[in-house]
């Protein structure tokens, strides 16, 4: 924003310029890249001007909580379909999911409703990141909350997850209820 400001004063200096770009470089980089223990950036100005960082603290954890409710309602066959809120979730799960035995994630929040549809069976599935399902799939009962470590305030924490019946209609006719972009 300076930068022309900067190179017509006269008592521009190439060290002066080599200072000011090295500050920067260094909260560029507190800031945009993950680089400060997960204690330290939890409570720092650095989570607060770019809280997204946050929201993937913890996947491992996440994943590790997503495991046991799908084993709780799968018969073993991981036939069930897990289907998450937002994509983060979702990548989370696509991530740290299969080496815990779970399938695939859907998601209909912004594009990766784009990257795969439920073809239609009729199968359990396992609800993660919505307040209550219920109104786009019958049966459902919430199952244990989701407790993110370092109590970070994501848009998982104390969010139950949910074992729904299969839907009443086939998925494709359901996943533009199930869409969203935002």
Same mark, same amino acid.
């Given at each position: 924003?300076?930068?022309?400001?900067?190179?017509?004063?006269?008592?521009?200096?190439?060290?002066?310029?080599?200072?000011?770009?090295?500050?920067?470089?260094?909260?560029?980089?507190?800031?945009?890249?993950?680089?400060?223990?997960?204690?330290?950036?939890?409570?720092?100005?650095?989570?607060?001007?770019?809280?997204?960082?946050?929201?993937?603290?913890?996947?491992?954890?996440?994943?590790?909580?997503?495991?046991?409710?799908?084993?709780?309602?799968?018969?073993?066959?991981?036939?069930?379909?897990?289907?998450?809120?937002?994509?983060?979730?979702? =990548?989370?799960?696509?991530?740290?999911?299969?080496?815990?035995?779970?399938?695939?994630?859907?998601?209909?929040?912004?594009?990766?409703?784009?990257?795969?549809?439920?073809? =239609?069976?009729?199968?359990?599935?396992?609800?993660?990141?919505?307040?209550?399902?219920?109104?786009?799939?019958?049966?459902?009962?919430?199952?244990?909350?989701?407790?993110?470590?370092?109590?970070?305030?994501?848009?998982?924490?104390?969010?139950?997850?949910?074992?729904?019946?299969?839907?009443?209609?086939?998925?494709?006719?359901?996943?533009?209820?199930?869409?969203?972009?935002?």
């Amino acid at each position: 924003l300076g930068a022309v400001w900067w190179t017509d004063r006269p008592s521009w200096r190439p060290h002066r310029t080599a200072v000011a770009l090295a500050l920067n470089s260094a909260v560029s980089v507190v800031i945009a890249v993950p680089v400060l223990p997960i204690d330290v950036f939890v409570g720092s100005p650095a989570a607060a001007i770019f809280p997204e960082p946050l929201e993937m603290i913890g996947w491992p954890s996440f994943v590790d909580q997503v495991t046991t409710a799908y084993v709780s309602i799968d018969d073993g066959s991981r036939t069930a379909v897990i289907l998450a809120a937002n994509y983060g979730e979702a =990548g989370a799960i696509d991530r740290f999911g299969p080496s815990r035995g779970l399938p695939p994630a859907y998601s209909g929040h912004n594009s990766y409703a784009d990257v795969r549809v439920r073809p =239609g069976t009729t199968v359990p599935v396992l609800v993660v990141g919505y307040d209550d399902p219920s109104d786009l799939l019958p049966g459902c009962r919430p199952l244990a909350p989701i407790v993110m470590p370092h109590d970070i305030d994501t848009e998982e924490q104390g969010r139950p997850m949910w074992a729904c019946d299969g839907p009443t209609r086939a998925w494709a006719e359901l996943w533009p209820d199930i869409r969203h972009v935002d």
